[in-house]
């Protein structure tokens, strides 16, 4: 009885580092995707325009006209930029 706890204790240890090793992986990889950046430039007013457009414009960061940005490319960014692509320029770097 003994040897099937330890064997069983193993086998959950076995997981855990096998899902830690797995986070792990996740995160690297996610690291190298964020280390593309974006140059973002805000061009044309928001006036006119939705206020949720203008609400997106000041969460990306932006203070006032003509302001260029360096953010991350992640999928949050590229669907703010997707929201404001009239009201922006943008550059990969």
Known sequence: MV???DESKKQITSK???T???IAVKKVASKKVSDKKL???WVKSSI???KSQHK???ALGFKRLNQTRIL???DSIRGSIF???HLVKVEEI
């Open 16 to 18: 855990k580092d096998a």
């Open 48 to 50: 006119g325009y939705k």
């Open 3 to 5: 040897n099937k706890q």
């Open 83 to 85: 929201h404001i692509k």
């Open 20 to 22: 830690q090793k797995q």
């Open 56 to 58: 997106i414009i000041e």
């Open 72 to 74: 991350p490319d992640n």
């Open 39 to 41: 140059k973002v430039t």
